[in-house]
C-alpha cells in the first residue's frame, strides 16, 4: 500500500511561482517513476511531468521551460517547481507512483493562478 500526500499549492499572480510537494510513504514503490498530474474545472486529468525510467525528466509541452520536477529520496518526497505560472495552470495538481500495474493518486492540491 502506497500513500501520497500534495501540499504547497494556493493563490498566485500570474508571473508568479509555487512549489508543491508529495510526501509519500508505504512500500513497493520506487520515486524514479513518480510524476504530477493536473485537471483544471470541466477538462480531463493530464500529464504535467514525471521521471523517466532511464534517470530523465518528461514534461508536458504546455509546462516545458516553467516547470521543474524534482525529488529527495531521503525524505521521499517529489516537488514540482512551477515558475512563470498562467491563469490556464489554474488546476488541482496530483501526485502519482505506479506500483507495477497498480496506480495510486493523492488527494490532490489547488493552484489557482489569477490578479
Known amino acids: 500500500q502506497v500513500q501520497l500526500v500534495e501540499s504547497g499549492g494556493g493563490l498566485v499572480q500570474p508571473g508568479g511561482s509555487l512549489r508543491l510537494s508529495c510526501a509519500a510513504s508505504?512500500?513497493?514503490?520506487?520515486?524514479?517513476?513518480m510524476g504530477w498530474y493536473r485537471q483544471a474545472p470541466g477538462k480531463q486529468r493530464e500529464f504535467v511531468a514525471a521521471f523517466t525510467r532511464n534517470g530523465g525528466t518528461t514534461y508536458a509541452d504546455s509546462v516545458k521551460g516553467r516547470f521543474s520536477i524534482a525529488r529527495d529520496n531521503a525524505k521521499n518526497t517529489v516537488y514540482l517547481q512551477m515558475n512563470s505560472l498562467k491563469p490556464e495552470d489554474t488546476a488541482v495538481y496530483y501526485c502519482n507512483v505506479m506500483v507495477g500495474l497498480k496506480a495510486y493518486w493523492g488527494q490532490g492540491t489547488q493552484v489557482t493562478v489569477s490578479s
Open positions: 508505504g512500500s513497493g514503490f520506487s520515486l524514479n517513476v
